[in-house]
């Protein structure tokens, strides 16, 4: 049956079964096109995403949550700032960059800090 035949809910449904996909391109194409769904659904596939080991997929996924304001999505991304790939982490902080609140703001200097410090090497001032 074409695409444009079928209905939104099956799309989106196909879509969060290729998210766990053995295929080493297809979750992070799933994740990329369910970015603009807003379904609770899709949102808790995207947390789960976050963990995939494939950071390709966890950077699809922090990109779709960049677009839902919802406190657990802010709570989710700040987790990614501070993951363990440094690709996911500016991902993550782009997508916090906009967001108030003191916690993002903490997060987002010390991450600043702390890239600075991978970047030019930890240096005690000179007196």
């Known amino acids: 049956m074409p695409l444009r035949n079928r209905q939104e809910s099956e799309i989106n449904q196909a ?8 295929d080493s391109n297809l979750p992070s194409e799933a994740a990329r096109l369910l970015a603009g769904c807003q379904d609770m659904e899709v949102t808790q596939a995207m947390f ?8 390709l997929v966890r950077d699809a996924a922090i990109h779709a949550l960049s677009k839902r304001q919802e ?3 802010t709570q989710a ?3 990614a700032l501070t993951g363990p ?6 991902s993550a902080a782009k997508a916090l960059a906009g967001r108030q609140g003191p916690e993002v703001t903490q997060a987002l200097l010390a991450a600043s800090s702390a890239e600075g410090n ?6 005690r001032p000179r007196h």
Not at 15 to 22: D, F, R, V
Not at 48 to 55: E, G, H, I, K, S
């Open 118 to 123: 991978r970047q030019f090497g930890a240096r």
């Open 85 to 90: 790939d440094w690709r996911n982490q500016s």
């Open 15 to 22: 879509l969060l079964a290729a998210l766990t996909s053995p």
């Open 71 to 73: 406190p657990q999505v």
């Open 77 to 79: 991304l700040l987790t």
């Open 48 to 55: 789960t995403a976050l963990t995939d080991r494939d950071w």
